[in-house]
């Protein structure tokens, strides 16, 4: 079976290089050219002829398919569905905002979390995506959009610290100086509270933006609306959360979909205000985006603003959340696993 050199970092590439016989600085070509979008030895021109045919026989370049290109009529955001080699599909966005371009990647295709509003829960998990399949959706958009890419969200389809260590290589991979050299502090990974992954993550990466998905000031709310708190319960995962700024010096984002009658009134607000009140974080307001296949809605921008103002004077930092690409199904919570045809 041919090796997959995208999903290797630096180091793994410079043993392969020299497992064959090469000089280990022919690493560092290989690496870099991954990262301009090349996805044929042969392309890669400052390599002898030798090299690029032996690299052909033993490795293969990892490439997603383009299967369509959505681009929303009212912010220019343009949703990916991209297409694997085992015939599933997952789904990219492309955001522009005043601060940059940002990438919102899939870490899986299809979820196993199963919260009840989400539309990337339909269907569970299909599987975990390699770091070459979570790298090729930033190389194939920058390739694509002929942009740079300022900005990385993990917050498409998929449970990103359910397939941890993927996720440790794709940021090891992007961060790396010879290839997209992103700094750690513009990527940001959305988790529904996987506790002992969030403990880990804040040792391995703690410069690393995390976001926690929380949608509820009470474990009766949220272990209705998300399986996952039924295993780790909202005073652990907050307690957790406090630690992780403590060790990180870093702001947490919760994130807070909006569902009317279930989670949006002024009583929930003033609870949210109170358990938040000692953690160094932000609150991120999402009016709930709509998810065909699901009965929830939203309340709109007006009961958004009057929960935002309630954890506002209540001393809690929060916004709400500017809605991109709703228009094709690209916003949060609307990305679903689409199999090919
Ligand atoms: N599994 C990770 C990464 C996904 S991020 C996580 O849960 O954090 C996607 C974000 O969109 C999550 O905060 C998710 O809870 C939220 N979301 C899901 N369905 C939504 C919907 N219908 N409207 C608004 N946000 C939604």
Same mark, same amino acid.
């Given at each position: 079976?041919?090796?997959?050199?995208?999903? =290797?970092?630096?180091?793994?590439?410079?043993?392969?290089?020299?497992?064959?016989?090469?000089?280990?600085?022919?690493?560092?070509?290989?690496?870099?050219?991954?990262?301009?979008?090349?996805?044929?030895?042969? !392309?890669?021109?400052?390599?002898?002829?030798?090299?690029?045919?032996?690299?052909?026989?033993?490795?293969?370049?990892?490439?997603?398919?383009?299967?369509?290109?959505?681009?929303?009529?009212?912010?220019? #955001?343009?949703?990916?569905?991209?297409?694997?080699? !085992?015939? +599933?599909?997952?789904?990219?966005?492309? =955001?522009?905002?005043?601060?940059?371009?940002?990438?919102?990647?899939?870490?899986?295709?299809?979820?196993? =979390?199963?919260?009840?509003?989400? &539309?990337? &829960?339909?269907?569970?998990?299909?599987?975990?995506?390699?770091? +070459?399949?979570?790298?090729?959706?930033?190389?194939?958009?920058?390739?694509?959009?002929?942009?740079?890419?300022?900005?990385?969200?993990?917050?498409?389809?998929?449970?990103?610290?359910?397939?941890?260590?993927?996720?440790?290589?794709?940021?090891?991979?992007?961060?790396?100086?010879?290839?997209? *050299?992103?700094?750690?502090?513009?990527?940001?990974? +959305?988790?529904?509270?996987?506790?002992?992954?969030?403990?880990?993550?804040?040792?391995?990466?703690?410069?690393?933006?995390?976001?926690?998905?929380?949608? &509820?000031?009470?474990?009766?709310?949220?272990?209705?609306?998300?399986?996952?708190?039924?295993?780790?319960? =909202?005073?652990?995962?907050?307690?957790?959360?406090?630690?992780?700024?403590?060790? #990180?010096?870093?702001?947490? #984002?919760?994130?807070? &979909?909006?569902?009317?009658?279930?989670?949006d009134s002024s009583e929930n607000a003033k609870e949210l205000a109170d358990k938040l009140s000692n953690i160094l974080c932000h609150v991120n307001i999402i009016p709930l985006n709509l998810v065909s296949e699901r009965d929830y809605r939203g309340g709109?921008?007006?009961?958004?603003?009057?929960?935002?103002?309630?954890?506002?004077?209540?001393?809690? *930092?929060?916004?709400?959340?500017?809605?991109?690409? +709703?228009?094709?199904?690209?916003?949060?919570?609307?990305?679903?696993?689409?199999?090919?045809?």
């Open positions: 079976m041919k090796e997959d050199i995208k999903s =290797m970092s630096l180091e793994e590439l410079e043993i392969f290089i020299e497992s064959i016989g090469e000089k280990k600085y022919r690493a560092k070509q290989v690496f870099s050219w991954l990262y301009k979008g090349i996805y044929n030895f042969n !392309d890669m021109s400052d390599l002898s002829k030798e090299l690029r045919n032996k690299l052909d026989q033993i490795a293969y370049i990892e490439r997603l398919d383009i299967l369509k290109i959505q681009e929303s009529k009212k912010d220019r #955001t343009r949703k990916y569905l991209f297409g694997l080699r !085992d015939g +599933s599909a997952i789904e990219s966005v492309f =955001m522009k905002y005043r601060h940059g371009n940002t990438v919102c990647i899939s870490s899986q295709a299809g979820c196993r =979390m199963g919260c009840d509003f989400c &539309a990337s &829960a339909i269907g569970g998990l299909t599987k975990n995506l390699s770091p +070459s399949e979570m790298v090729d959706q930033v190389i194939a958009i920058e390739k694509d959009t002929g942009e740079k890419v300022n900005n990385i969200v993990v917050m498409g389809t998929g449970e990103p610290f359910d397939n941890y260590d993927n996720l440790c290589k794709f940021i090891v991979l992007i961060h790396t100086q010879e290839g997209m *050299n992103m700094s750690l502090r513009n990527i940001t990974v +959305s988790t529904c509270g996987l506790i002992p992954k969030i403990k880990e993550f804040g040792t391995d990466f703690p410069q690393v933006n995390l976001a926690i998905s929380l949608h &509820a000031p009470n474990d009766a709310i949220r272990s209705k609306l998300m399986p996952i708190n039924r295993k780790y319960p =909202m005073d652990e995962l907050l307690r957790v959360c406090h630690e992780h700024t403590m060790v #990180t010096g870093r702001r947490i #984002t919760f994130e807070y &979909a909006l569902i009317e009658g279930v989670n709109g921008r007006r009961s958004a603003q009057i929960f935002c103002n309630i954890l506002t004077q209540n001393g809690i *930092n929060a916004t709400i959340r500017r809605e991109l690409g +709703s228009d094709i199904d690209a916003a949060c919570g609307q990305l679903r696993l689409k199999q090919k045809n």
